[in-house]
């Protein structure tokens, strides 16, 4: 059975529900361009979007992980972070923020210096050997990501002759290492986009059900991506509603967080699944 709580600084929150995680990038070059926020207006406009709109969570990332990315240092990468964490803190002090970072030095210092309450690895450990030390002392949920190569190098030529299998047997030693280092509050991210094509992320989606076996909470993070917008022949600035769509058939196959760049979506997405689920009270006339 999957567990319906991740414990976020001594409190559980309840995933029962699925949750929406908003995304945050202080970047100058994520894919899209809509989400780059880089001065202290912005910044705090965006998070308080996300808020507002209805997300329990806020996931700042400050290391664009397009493809072909431009590799930054890590100073850089925690100077923005510590720009954009000073004003959500000041902001926004109650609210759940993860750090999208795969450097074990920078999720220390979030986490240390700013109270983040996760972590959040595209790599898995892969880009950093120390990360699952880290976040073993540090005692923080911990995302991990399924993806093949780096960010510089993940699209090249992606290649399995397993998908599926491939990425269960990564998982299944990933967690087996963390369990080894007292790690429990672990999250699987199935990395849709990442050293992946577009024929894979279909077969992926076609088979995310399949994840229950791990009986950990699912994260998926599809928004606005290329299998959206190369398939119908559109931009990421008009991929909206294939989002909507690709979020919806995730919650029906299990997801129990949604990471997206439209929160107000989502969480309407996450509502409709529910009452088809559940039901919904009579409205008394």
Known sequence: ???????????????????????????????????????AQEITERAGQILTEGASIIDIGAYSSRPNAEHIPAEEEMRRLRMGLEILNKEYPDA?????????????????????????????????????????????????????GTPQTMQAIPHYDNLMKEIFLYFAAKIKQ????????????????????????????????????????????????????????CTPFEALNGTSVLNTISLLKGANILRVHDVKEAVETVKIVEAMRNGIKPINS
């Open 1 to 39: 059975m999957i567990r319906n709580f991740i414990n976020i600084k001594g409190k559980l929150m309840d995933i029962s529900v699925p949750q929406i995680m908003g995304i945050l990038n202080v970047t100058p070059d994520s894919f899209y361009t809509g989400s780059r926020k880089q001065t």
């Open 96 to 148: 759940i923020i993860s750090v999208d970072t795969f450097r074990a030095d920078v999720a220390a210092m979030c986490v240390e210096e700013f109270g983040v309450a996760l972590i959040n690895d595209i790599a898995a450990g892969e880009m950093d050997a120390r990360m699952f030390d880290t976040v073993a002392r540090l005692n923080v949920p911990y995302i991990m990501m399924h993806m093949q």
């Open 178 to 233: 963390l369990h080894e280092k007292g790690i429990k509050d672990i999250i699987l991210d199935p990395g849709f986009g990442f050293g992946k094509t577009l024929a894979y992320n279909y077969e992926l989606l076609n088979h995310l059900q399949e994840f229950s076996i791990f009986e950990m909470p699912l994260l998926v993070g599809v928004s606005r991506k290329s299998m959206i917008y190369k398939l119908l022949g």
